[in-house]
């Protein structure tokens, strides 16, 4: 039997909660069970884990696993949990076939990630308020996509690492470095088209309210919705 625990953040809004992600491995009949409020996506993680794992080049282990996301009354949803569960799950793998994950001090990290049934991680919306709570919460270990790494990092006291594959957390935490392989960049970089200079917000005065609501869509990348005049020209 084998049991290991690390974290993940669930967005209530712009509210984040840590969650601990718990993995449980029993020597019975093989099955995947996934319990604390999941919504369809994150049932649907149980899939994309074990089709990352293999595609990771690790076998799955030949249990029944049982994921439990606590608080169990707080609602889970989107995709984010995936790279937790992926890790709680390995890390739980005891043996000779198992990757040798250190399950010591990994349930202090923070995993934030969609995995795709490539074993690439892929990053997610609301990085930048998740992180935050798990700073403030007393997490400032986290792991994210590399392509979330940028807005990451824009958190005060937040240890962060970017990976841009489910084998590259492996290594991290103590895996067979040999399963990392190289791995196309996930966010292209951008650039401001040629005799545009890019807009300062900074300029822009009076307004709190409405700026801060462009400053959290922007960093967050929410959708957003501008109503009424545009104002005065200068």
């Known amino acids: 039997m084998g049991v290991a625990t690390t974290r993940a953040v669930s967005l209530v809004g712009m509210q984040g909660h840590v969650v601990e992600v718990q ?48 608080p169990a009354a707080l609602r889970k949803q989107g995709s984010a949990y995936d790279l ?18 250190r399950r010591e001090g990994l349930g202090r990290v923070v995993h934030l990630g969609e995995l795709g049934l490539d074993g690439r991680v892929r990053p997610v919306r609301g990085v930048l308020p998740s992180v935050a709570a798990a700073v403030a919460a007393g997490f400032p270990d986290v792991v994210v996509a590399a392509g979330d790494l940028e807005e990451a990092r824009l958190v005060p006291g937040a240890r962060v690492v970017g990976v841009a594959s489910l084998a590259e957390v492996v290594a991290l935490h103590g ?40 400053e959290v869509a922007a960093a967050g990348g929410h959708h957003l919705l501008l109503v009424g005049p545009p104002g005065p020209h200068p």
């Open 175 to 214: 895996g067979p470095p040999e399963l990392v392989r190289e791995v196309v960049a996930v966010r292209p970089e951008r650039s401001v088209p040629h005799g545009r200079t890019p807009g300062d917000l900074a300029d822009v005065l009076g307004q709190d309210r409405p700026r801060f609501a462009l």
């Open 23 to 70: 993995a449980h491995l029993a020597a019975s009949v093989p099955g995947f069970t996934l319990v604390g409020l999941p919504d369809t996506a994150l049932s649907e993680s149980r899939d994309r884990v074990r089709a990352a794992v293999a595609s990771t080049g690790l076998p799955w282990p030949v249990k029944k696993i049982t994921v439990n996301l606590t």
């Open 84 to 101: 937790a569960i992926a890790v709680a799950v390995l890390a739980g793998a005891d043996g000779p076939t198992g990757p040798g994950l």
